[in-house]
């Protein structure tokens, strides 16, 4: 789960854990909203698209 709106733009990331339990993952640089992810053979998560605050989010690599 990445990003999303509510009270602010979000910037947090959570992941599944082999227990099937919700864990935190690791922040992102910019809160954002209305993106789409995909994950990458490397395991590497690539977030584009969206908005924030700021208007048009960059493209951003995360390791979950």
């Given at each position: ?37 995909t ?26």
């Amino acid at each position: 789960i990445v990003g999303g709106a509510g009270a602010s733009y979000l910037a947090t990331t959570e992941k599944r854990t082999l227990a099937g339990t919700i864990a935190a993952g690791p922040s992102l640089a910019q809160g954002r909203y209305l993106h789409t992810t995909t994950t990458l053979n490397s395991g590497r998560v690539l977030v584009i698209g969206g908005g924030n605050q700021f208007g048009n989010a960059g493209p951003e690599l995360y390791m979950p």
